[in-house]
């Protein structure tokens, strides 16, 4: 056991019988503010009263037949997170890596990668999952913080309603109505590692049924910490600005436009890059990869009835990432999506969907990097539905479903799944499920050429994509419990176990000649195929606890078991996502106190265990906010991140080596916000 | 390092007592609800035998629900020169010393037994659950348009000796017995 282990343990400890004495005396507190000015209030007027939908969603997100978490805004303000891909560390069960100042390995359940290929990731419905490389560009995942509403993330399969890639979870970043962020806002701040940051955000009526709000912000990020030697070379920044309009066309049914823009640059160190065909042939350098983006948006909603609504949505989305001299990528996205939900009958409802995308890509090629097809049109169309069975009232339901899509890639697909859902009353939930998902092929997977390295004679080392690289696919049985013994305390357990086929694998192939570019020289080819399956298991736990109405903690626990073995015939190397990628276990436990005269302390600790594959040590991060509001409309704050040491690790070299690793580095900034 | 650590977390766990902060805006329904209930008082009229028996005025909660915690907010309050009390329920026996009695909605399959262990009484019976009205209940909850809203069995609550105020009435949703 390290010192590190240790170390947790008397924090763990120290925590539970503090917790324990400080909360002796407390038993119940009798005023409940809310409820004493609502007394007051007449029976016209609690007539008018809005039910808050966050008990409608508590109400759901309880009562939900599968592991879904979510993150609110109170969280993100709180935690003194600064990006989305930081902020969910907050989700028990996360495997959140920070690779270098601008890139992270985020995903769920295993098999974390820098792109991690099973996690999809959406803002307000748009997908921000690239198909290039199957991943997630995390330093393009971005919004106003302060524009979130909320973070829902679903840990395991969700291939049934979201469609391919939703293998391992889904997050969904929702934003809020424009109707709630009227008035002015703007925050600003800096530190050591965030040297500069502000958002500025207007929200206005346009008349009763309109709203709209604009945005704009900016940061500058420092480059994190020397490791193995390197010199980082990994700061970044970006611009960003959008609107969103909401417009209550009836009482029944709302439209909402948005769109946003951004620029940007992310630097880094790139490795290895082969320049030259004629040994030794690589080079390393400092790039600035620049990107450069927007959407647009628009949804229809019309609600029926409390069982009946719909939904169609289209989107555009632009994202081009210019890496020269490495490649440059490109990528149009045209998305349409239509949703209906219906009783059929008492005890059927159901829901139902179609939608099409269609993504044309063109890249820049380079010695290092090159594409068979330099541009084309991609598209995939998908079906689903789902019917949720009412078999005793409020109490056991049975909900089966299955979407179907045809790709360009592996043609046709299908994910079905089966969930049991117990609520024997308001205090438990029992739920169950076996479902199938599927992670399609990547463009790179597809049709790259990756040259890795070159050796003498020459030869050039080539990863090779494959018309034939078929989907990967995943079969899931999970069961979860949720408890809820009063409005203060909640618990949430999950057990899963995965089966994995037709994961990547990186086949070695006959060499052959090639006479150009010159020198002549000769390829040690490796092709992208099916051959390598594997298990996953583990259980997330966690709880939340409000001893009293300012304060709040939460404590969360994962442990995690990876294995992965090639197929008998296999002769690869390696596969892209590989066992020691995740660590076994993962901790952490938050609080949140409001303080007297408007102080705000919030503290949070987690405890990532070691990355076998990367010798990457475990690590306890501890973070810590002070806040303090001393008018309704201003916010001032300090925060101090990674307090623990002044850099540590967090991921490991992926093969081939494409950047020059960095540490993670302590970070601590003041932050002012003001309403007006 | 270690010293860090303690002194952090000693400094979070240290327990001030502060008001929490006013935030009006999301309300959960059964907080609105509970609020209905201590509001419906001013609307009834209990039978004066009632009236008079105790200086006390009890709101009961019968099964496994937080109203009975919300409720506890307004314990204490002065009815009519009388002394709001919550008490929880758990015996059928109990169930006529109250004047309001709130049932929780896990109780379903016991509201025949329940109602017909209120026979002859004057208690006003509240509760959220499919039928409540129409199986005798007198005051039933619901959510329409996002909104907390009211049915009422006004017949039910005659039988019992109730008088509802023509005001209640009229921003409720009025349920009728039916003929047997």
């Known amino acids: 056991m390290s010192s590190n282990d240790k170390n947790f343990r008397r924090v763990f400890l120290f925590w539970f019988v503090l917790i324990l004495i400080t909360s002796v005396p407390v038993a119940y507190g009798k005023n409940d503010l809310e409820l004493e000015i609502l007394k007051d209030l007449s029976i016209d007027e609690l007539l008018d009263i809005k039910v808050t939908s966050v008990a409608k969603k508590e109400q759901r997100l309880f009562k939900a037949a599968s592991a879904i978490y979510v993150i609110t805004k109170e969280d993100i303000r709180r935690s003194g997170h600064t990006t989305i891909a930081e902020a969910l560390r907050m989700v028990p069960g996360m495997q959140v890596a920070h690779i270098d100042a601008n890139s992270w390995a985020i995903t769920s359940r295993g098999l974390n990668s820098r792109f991690a290929s099973k996690l999809l990731v959406m803002i307000d419905g748009r997908s921000v999952y690239s ?42 970043i929702i934003t809020k109505n424009s109707k709630d962020t009227q008035g002015g806002l703007i925050s600003a701040g800096a530190g050591d590692q965030e040297q500069g940051f502000g958002t500025f955000r207007y929200g206005q009526k346009i008349d009763d049924k309109k709203s709209i709000r604009v945005y704009g912000k900016y940061y500058e990020r420092d480059e994190f910490g020397e490791r193995l030697g390197n010199t980082p070379a990994d700061g970044w920044e970006a611009f960003r600005g959008g609107f969103r309009m909401d417009w209550e066309v009836s009482d ?35 790039r600035e990869v620049q990107i450069d983006g927007g959407n647009f948006l628009a949804r229809w909603k019309k609600i029926n009835s409390d069982t009946s609504d719909m939904e169609l949505q289209f ?39 179609l939608g099409q995308r269609f993504i044309k890509d063109s890249f820049a090629s380079s010695l290092s990097l090159q594409f068979a097809t330099e541009s084309r049109w991609n598209h995939r169309f998908g079906t689903f539905i789902q019917d949720e069975i009412t078999i005793i009232p409020d109490n056991l339901r049975l909900i089966l479903g299955s979407k179907f899509s045809e790709n360009n890639y592996t043609g046709f697909e ?13 205090l438990h939930t029992i739920w169950g499920a076996v479902s199938r998902a599927v992670r399609t092929p990547s463009r790179a997977e597809d049709s790259i050429r990756a040259n890795g390295s070159v050796v003498p004679g020459p030869a050039v080392v080539s990863f090779l994509g494959s018309h034939d ?10 069961v979860g419990y949720r408890f809820r013994p009063s409005n203060k305390l909640f618990f949430d357990l999950a057990l899963f176990y995965n089966f994995y086929e037709n994961l990547n694998s990186r086949e070695p192939a006959t060499p052959f000649i090639e006479t150009s570019p010159t020198p002549i020289h000769t390829v040690i080819p490796f092709f992208v195929e099916n051959e390598s399956s594997g298990e996953t298991y583990g259980l997330e736990f966690d709880v939340k606890w409000k ?100 850099q540590h690790p967090e991921y490991g070299e992926e093969t081939p080596r494409l950047r020059s690793l960095t540490e993670v580095q302590r970070s601590v900034y003041g932050k002012i916000t003001w309403k007006f | ?101 709130y049932i929780s909605p896990l109780e379903t399959n016991n509201l025949d037994k329940i109602l017909e262990s209120l026979k002859d009484s004057s208690v006003l019976t509240i509760s959220r659950m499919k039928d409540f009205a129409n199986k005798g209940g007198m005051i039933n909850f619901f959510i329409n348009e996002e909104r907390v809203r009211f049915e009422i069995n006004p017949d039910s609550a005659q039988k019992a000796g109730l008088k509802i105020s023509s005001k209640l009435l009229k921003v409720s949703k009025v349920i009728r017995s039916p003929k047997t």
């Open chain 1, 414 to 426: 299908y994910q079905p799944s089966a969930r049991i859902l117990w609520t024997p009353n308001e």
């Open chain 1, 252 to 286: 029944k049914s709302s439209l909402t436009f948005q769109g946003d823009y951004y620029n940007g640059e992310s630097r880094e160190k790139a490795d290895n890059n082969v320049v030259s065909f004629a040994f030794p042939g690589t080079a390393s350098f400092d």
């Open chain 1, 315 to 353: 989107y555009y989305n632009r994202q081009k990432r210019d890496g020269s001299p490495v490649t440059e990528i490109l990528l149009d996205t045209y998305d349409i999506d239509f949703q209906h939900r219906f009783s059929l009958s008492q005890n059927h409802e159901i829901t139902w969907g």
């Open chain 1, 131 to 172: 198909q290039v490389f199957s991943g997630v560009y995390w330093d393009e995942v971005d919004v106003a913080m302060e524009d979130i509403e909320r973070i829902e993330v679903i840990r395991g399969p969700g291939g049934t309603i979201w469609g391919a890639n939703a293998v391992n979870g889904v997050i969904n």
């Open chain 1, 469 to 478: 690289f078929d989907s990967e696919d995943l079969l899931a049985f999970e």
């Open chain 1, 547 to 646: 001893p009293q109405n300012w304060w709040q903690l939460s404590a969360g626990f994962n442990w995690l078991e990876v294995s992965l073995n090639l197929d008998p015939g296999s002769q690869a190397i390696s596969t892209l996502a590989a066992e020691g990628n995740d660590p076994d276990f993962q901790a952490n436990l938050r609080s949140q106190l409001d303080l007297p005269n408007n102080f705000e302390f919030d503290t949070a600790f987690y405890y990532v265990d070691n990355l076998e594959r990367f010798k990457t040590p475990s690590y306890i991060r501890a973070d810590v906010r002070l806040g303090w509001r001393p008018s309704e409309n201003l916010i001032l704050s300090l925060a101090v991140q990674n307090l623990q040491d002044s």
């Open chain 2, 1 to 101: 390092m270690k010293k860090i650590f303690i002194f952090l977390i000693i400094l979070t766990s240290i327990s001030f007592k502060v008001f929490p902060k006013e935030s009006f805006g999301d309300i959960r329904e059964d907080k609105i609800q509970a609020a209905f209930i201590y509001k419906f008082i001013q609307f009834i009229e209990w039978p004066s035998n009632i009236e008079s028996s105790s200086n006390k005025f009890i709101i009961g909660t019968f099964g496994r629900t937080n109203m009975q915690e919300l409720l506890q907010t307004f314990a204490g309050e002065k009815i009519n020169e009388r002394i709001l009390e919550i008490r929880p329920i758990d015996n059928l026996n109990d169930i006529k010393q109250c004047h309001i009695l």
